[in-house]
């Protein structure tokens, strides 16, 4: 069975560009997560799918962060313009959407803003 | 809003010995509670998922206990070796399959 795919598994740029990541989880798991990482801590949410509608997007700064999941398969996670504080790595997961489900993690994508 | 705490943030332990990490959560009313390792660099792999309903789970030298009323999970990694270096995180899947991270526990094992 395929994993979640995540890329670019790398990424530099300048703050003020833009940057997308993309992800494309299991076959068949309804629920999406984006996650942002900064160094030395735990995973922070973003963003929850459930098939092409957002369950949660509290923590998502929506000035600058974006992210859909057309037609309820892959997702891409947008930021526009990119902050310093935006460096982290971005971690996309999926699962079933049974509420004893397990989760499973992409490889992610470390993002540098200089 | 549901809150999880690791402790303790780095644990240095010298080879061979037993050790237990610890998670609590806030809120008791969770589906199940995950642990995962992640190494410098890489995604998260999971090790254990216990479900509301089970006290513990077991895989090889990995044991993760559930205590949901207390709010409290423990990982026991048995005769620890080089290769368990790494950072533990736990996450609790609550509702609207809401998935919260603690903010994990790095463990260095010395050879």
């Known amino acids: 069975e395929a994993g979640v795919a995540q890329s670019p598994r790398y990424k530099i740029i300048e703050k003020r560009q833009s940057v997308a990541f993309w992800c494309n989880p299991i076959?068949?798991?309804?629920?999406l997560y984006w996650y942002q990482q900064i160094l030395g801590q735990g995973p922070k949410l973003l963003i929850q799918?459930?098939?092409?509608?957002?369950?949660?997007d509290s923590q998502l700064p929506k000035d600058r962060f974006s992210a859909e999941r057309l037609k309820g398969v892959d997702s891409t996670l947008k930021i526009q313009p990119a902050k310093l504080e935006d460096s982290a790595v971005y971690l996309c997961?999926?699962?079933?959407?049974?509420?004893?489900?397990?989760?499973?993690f992409g490889q992610g994508t470390r993002l540098t803003v200089v | 809003k549901q809150e999880v705490t690791q402790i303790p943030a780095a644990l240095s332990v010298p080879e061979g010995e037993n050790l237990v990490l610890n998670c609590s959560f806030t809120?008791?009313?969770?589906?199940?509670l995950q642990w995962f390792r992640q190494d410098p660099g890489k995604g998260l792999t999971s090790l254990l998922l216990?479900?509301?309903?089970?006290r513990e789970q077991t895989s090889g030298r990995l044991n993760a206990s559930l205590d949901k009323s207390s709010g409290r999970s423990t990982l026991y990694i048995a005769a620890s070796q080089p290769g368990d270096s790494a950072t533990y995180l736990c996450?609790?899947?609550?509702?609207?399959?809401?998935?919260?991270f603690g903010g994990g526990t790095r463990l260095m094992v010395k050879p």
């Open positions: 799918f459930q098939n092409n509608g957002v369950v949660d």
């Open positions: 076959s068949g798991h309804a629920t």
């Open positions: 809120d008791s009313a969770i589906y199940n």
């Open positions: 997961a999926s699962s079933f959407s049974g509420r004893g489900t397990e989760a499973f």
């Open positions: 216990i479900q509301s309903s089970q």
């Open positions: 996450a609790v899947r609550s509702a609207g399959n809401m998935l919260t």
